[in-house]
């Protein structure tokens, strides 16, 4: 049955190139990721966050990158080691060129994410070239797994990032932030997505239920705070709706 992206190509909306490459492209794609998210979110310690103008958490922490991405594909490419320098740049021109809070963050983010689509597009059969590569399903399991822990983990540190200056974030802020960017994708990954209209109401009624108990900073707070956990989690869930055709 054709999708989406098969209706588009019809009209012409998508090149030849990208109907050849696109089936290979996304569990490279979806793998390359996973390791991204698993080395910035799950395996930096606050140790490697505090000291990353020192050489030495700087270079711990590139090596995790390497060594996660060797670990989910199960071989190694030179374009690994592409992609830990692409990621060692980043991370230096964060660290010591872009200012600090949410924009500084979502900037990173951005050019780490850009570069492990740009290597998945140089070189799809990096996942072809894995011996899990005959595990069916295996690679939407990573593309699910890294999704909803980018849109977890990563969207705290975004709202976390918005108030550098303040405490913002309480314990129950950051668990209802949770819930609900994973609700956000998880409609997605399941094809539900008319099931985010549920999860957006009832944020609203959590809104409204806690607004009158709240000063005017922690309102303005809940609101700034809500308003970028919102656009995290659509833009982590994005992932999911575009590949979810290749992989599913």
Request: with cysteine.
């Amino acid at each position: 049955m054709p999708d989406r992206h098969d209706n588009a190509r019809a009209a012409g909306g998508l090149p030849d190139v990208e109907r050849d490459k696109d089936p290979m492209a996304a569990p490279t794609f979806a793998a390359l990721f996973l390791a991204h998210v698993l080395a910035d979110y799950l395996l930096q310690t606050a140790w490697l966050v505090e000291n990353k103008r020192r050489p030495a958490a700087l270079g711990i922490h590139i090596a995790i990158v390497l060594v996660t991405m060797i670990v989910v594909t199960g071989t190694f490419s030179i374009w690994f080691a592409g992609l830990a320098l692409a990621h060692l740049a980043i991370d230096l021109t964060k660290t010591f060129v872009l200012r600090s809070g949410l924009m500084g963050y979502v900037s990173d983010q951005l050019l780490h994410v850009a570069s492990v689509i740009w290597v998945a597009w140089l070189a799809p059969d990096i996942w072809g070239l894995s011996p899990f590569s005959g595990a069916h399903g295996l690679p939407l399991v990573y593309l699910v797994f890294a999704c909803v822990l980018f849109a977890a983990r990563g969207g705290q540190y975004a709202v976390a990032a918005l108030f550098a200056t303040d405490a913002g974030q309480s314990e129950t802020g950051v668990r209802i932030g949770w819930a609900e960017r994973v609700a956000l994708c998880a409609c997605v990954a399941v094809g539900l997505p008319g099931l985010i209209a549920g999860v957006l109401l009832a944020k609203l009624a959590y809104a409204i239920a806690s607004w009158r108990v709240r000063t005017q900073a922690a309102r303005a707070r809940l609101v700034q705070g809500t308003a970028v956990s919102l656009a995290w989690a659509a833009a982590s869930a994005l992932p999911l709706w575009y590949l979810l055709p290749y992989l599913a």
